[in-house]
């Protein structure tokens, strides 16, 4: 999921993923000459008038993605909102091709890889006093669009009460989670997601995977991904149910079968196993998209879950 923000004081647009598992914005630099980069827009940094240049610096994402550039500050905008001295990174290498024009990371500074740990963009708001709550909301339409509202949250899509959920990390939007549930099989383990926009799917460890994938009937692993399929005509039973806190919250059987694998009737699935710690879990779009997610900041660090009236 893109939304568009601008930069400098000239306000040049770019479409950027909403990463909430990410502390640093990005943004390909003109610098860039790979078709990757060509591909998408770029920030021509001598063009912004106002900017400052802070150092280098190089970021690992996941599939092999890295970018390495200049550490930039300048006016940052997101709709009417101007956020002043915003650092991000000007990528002038980017090693995989990415959807829009780089990411807007709304986790915590602390975990920036730039040396002096800048705020995020979220952070900033609030430092800055200009939005009225520390807090954001966001929805995911499970079509494709959405929105994200900062200063406040969205009452008018939201059904039921609100679940607030004590963040447990100093780096993360990571809650505690009591377990997991798919068919008759529950799994109870001790554990913590990272609530990440950024990540697609929902990842565990492998060896818990494979305790809810043997209820699946027909589910594989792809020999050519490595990646967890089940039948895309998968019966509508096969909910996956996420136990937090005193609610137990359901991902359709349709976000378990994610998407397609061309020319077959398998589809990868919507959670998978991966090489994990074992208290350290992702939650991802394919349950986000399903709830009214809220990220606040202060008194005390907290993610709300909420139902939705459009889903």
């Known amino acids: 999921w893109t939304g568009v923000f601008g930069i400098g004081l000239l306000y040049q647009e770019f479409p950027l993923q909403i990463d909430t598992g990410s502390s640093t914005s990005w943004i390909v630099s003109s610098r860039c000459n790979k078709d990757t980069c060509t591909a998408v827009k770029r920030l021509d940094t001598s063009s912004l008038p106002s900017a400052k240049v802070d150092g280098s610096t190089s970021i690992e994402f996941g599939l092999g993605l890295k970018i390495t550039g200049r550490v930039v500050r300048d006016v940052f905008s997101v709709g009417y909102l101007v956020v002043e001295d915003q650092a991000f990174v000007a990528a002038d290498d980017v090693t995989a091709a990415f959807p829009g024009s780089g990411i807007l990371g709304l986790g915590f500074g602390a975990k920036s890889p730039i040396p002096d740990k800048p705020n995020t963009i979220f952070e900033n708001m609030v430092e800055q006093n200009l939005i009225a709550e520390p807090v954001f909301g966001i929805r995911l339409v499970p079509e494709g669009g959405g929105e994200i509202m900062f200063g406040g949250i969205d009452i008018s899509v939201i059904k039921g009460t609100i679940q607030y959920l004590p963040v447990t990390s100093l780096l993360d939007w ?95 699935a919507g959670t998978q196993g991966g090489e994990i710690d074992t208290d350290e879990w992702v939650l991802g779009d394919t349950f986000i998209k399903n709830f009214y997610v809220i990220f606040k900041l202060r008194p005390r660090r907290s993610v709300g879950i909420a139902r939705r009236t459009d889903v």
Do not use: W
């Open 174 to 268: 990571e809650i505690p989670v009591k377990g997991i549930k798919v068919a008759d099989k529950i799994i109870t383990p001790p554990a913590h997601f990272k609530v990440d926009t950024g990540t697609t799917i929902n990842v565990i460890p492998e060896k818990y995977a494979e305790i809810l994938f043997a209820e699946i009937p027909g589910s594989a692993i792809d020999n050519e991904t490595g990646l967890r399929t089940v039948p895309c005509d998968i019966d509508d039973t096969f909910t996956t149910t996420f136990i937090i806190g005193d609610e137990e919250y359901i991902m359709p059987a349709e976000d378990l079968a994610f998407q397609r694998i061309d020319d077959t009737d398998d589809c990868i």
